[in-house]
Nanobody
Framework: QLQLVESGGGLVQPGGSLRLSCAVS????????IGWFRQPPGKEREGVSC????????NYADSVKGRFTISRDNAKNLVYLQMNSLKPEDTAVYYC????????????????????WGQGTQVTVSS
């Protein structure tokens, strides 16, 4: 069973930055699309960003475009989400997920496209 563990969350002031990491228990990470999702308090889980198997294609939700950057290091089995210019509305539990049989990248911000999920890491943006 593929396992994913998120880290790097915490409390940050508006305008600040955080880098989330997703460690994947798989030596062939390049076989999987990876997505980042978030669930704000009292709201449904939403897609934030995703990245193709070799990192060549990425997609972002409009709400984070230009502020967040997804990247991956397949050799280290790590995927990152660099979050800059953070806003209070970015406050959420952030999850990484893996898809072994993805569709087009335009469809890969949907949670039901993914097979494996981490437990999440809390990001709080507040003064």
């Amino acid at each position: 069973q593929l396992q994913l563990v998120e880290s790097g969350g915490g409390l940050v002031q508006p305008g600040g930055s955080l880098r989330l990491s997703c460690a994947v228990s798989e030596f062939t990470l390049e076989y999987y699309y990876i997505g980042w999702f978030r669930q704000p308090p009292g709201k449904e889980r939403e897609g934030v960003s995703c990245i193709s198997t070799n990192g060549g294609n990425t997609n972002y939700a409009d709400s984070v475009k230009g502020r967040f950057t997804i990247s991956r290091d397949n050799a280290k089995n790590l995927v990152y989400l660099q979050m800059n210019s953070l806003k209070p509305e970015d406050t959420a539990v952030y999850y990484c997920a893996a898809a072994g049989f993805p569709g087009p990248i335009r469809d890969m911000l949907a949670a039901d496209a993914y097979d494996y999920w981490g437990q999440g890491t809390q990001v709080t943006v507040s003064s």
